[in-house]
């Protein structure tokens, strides 16, 4: 998890991550980011990653901005 920065990922491959252990922020999903600031994510995938309960993918309380970002099976 992420906080008190603003996040700037760019050019990046987030695939086949989990979150499924009850040791982990598994309860929260998210388990390819997990943030809680402000983020820009730009020219990224999300393929396949999955959280045993929330979002697969991101799990945010701050705004998160995308360009050219592709989501996929999440």
């Known amino acids: 998890a992420i906080s008190g920065s603003e996040l700037d990922i760019k050019n990046s491959l987030f695939s086949e991550n989990n979150a499924t252990s009850s040791y982990s922020y598994s309860e929260y999903g998210g388990w390819a980011i997990s943030v809680s600031t402000n ?23 701050g705004d998160i901005s995308l360009i050219n970002t592709v989501f996929s099976e999440n």
């Open 39 to 61: 983020a820009l994510i730009t020219n990224s995938i999300f393929y396949k990653n999955f959280s045993s309960n929330y979002g697969g993918a991101i799990n945010s309380t």
